[in-house]
């Protein structure tokens, strides 16, 4: 059973949630908050695995709640999914470096929602489409801001720098495997040991944080896959 903590000040909104989670056979609305500072308290006490996080709430905001958590080592499994009215680069970014495994819009089908919440719960990260052609143009129109050091990324072999690259052009594990023809299994463990070796928090941070050292530069056209440009 997939454990889920519903944030969000819009009481309407938190009982339409409600309402689809609980028609689901294996996912449970453990508990509700109305701000950031009941998500990190509620998550702290009921460790669910997945946190739906409204990014704009009175007091402490979504970015910041998602930070705490992340930051909290008895946490470390718990998948956070941002919600929000509107798509703003700046939510994004913030968001996905502080942690939040995957970002939706609201006006998002339910039927992806829940697939998001699946997602998440099974270790994996999710953007929306919209979200990763973002962070392909914000790093294609911005110079790397280098928040990762290439003594960070010097380790990574020519088949981790490969998914890498693949990861952030949106790629899952299933797709990787089929691009470079190996099983999923292979691709999944290359992807973690990328993670590991920059220090990703999951799968989302992994693309911003690729972008942000250089080591993938977005393709010249727009459905193009990134290019590698080797670092360090």
Do not use: C
Request: negative net charge; glycine residues 6%; without cysteine.
């Amino acid at each position: 059973m997939i454990r889920v903590l519903l944030v969000d000040d819009q009481a309407l909104l938190r009982a339409g949630l409600r309402m689809l989670i609980e028609h689901e056979d294996d996912i449970e609305l453990v508990g509700e908050a109305v701000d950031g500072e009941e998500a990190v308290a509620a998550a702290r006490a009921l460790h669910p695995d997945v946190v739906l996080l409204d990014v704009n709430m009175p007091g402490l905001d979504g970015v910041e709640a998602t930070r705490q958590i992340a930051a909290d080592a008895q946490l470390s499994g718990v998948g956070i999914l941002i919600l929000t009215s509107y798509e703003s680069e700046e939510h994004i970014f913030e968001a996905l470096r502080a942690g939040a495994s995957g970002f939706l819009l609201k006006d998002t089908d339910p039927g992806e929602l829940l697939r998001a919440i699946r997602v998440l719960a099974d270790g994996d990260a999710l953007l929306a489409p919209s979200v990763t052609r973002a962070l392909i143009s914000r790093f294609a129109s911005h110079p790397s801001k280098g928040r990762i050091s290439s003594e960070q990324v010097r380790w990574l072999t020519d088949r981790e720098r490969d998914v890498t690259a693949l990861v952030a052009a949106g790629l899952s594990n299933d797709e990787i495997a089929e691009r470079l023809v190996i099983s999923p299994s292979t691709a999944k463990t290359h992807v973690s040991r990328a993670m590991r070796k920059v220090r990703a928090h999951d799968r989302a941070q992994l693309v911003v944080l690729a972008y942000e050292s250089g080591l993938v530069v977005p393709g010249r056209l727009a459905d193009e896959s990134p290019r590698l440009r080797v670092v360090g």
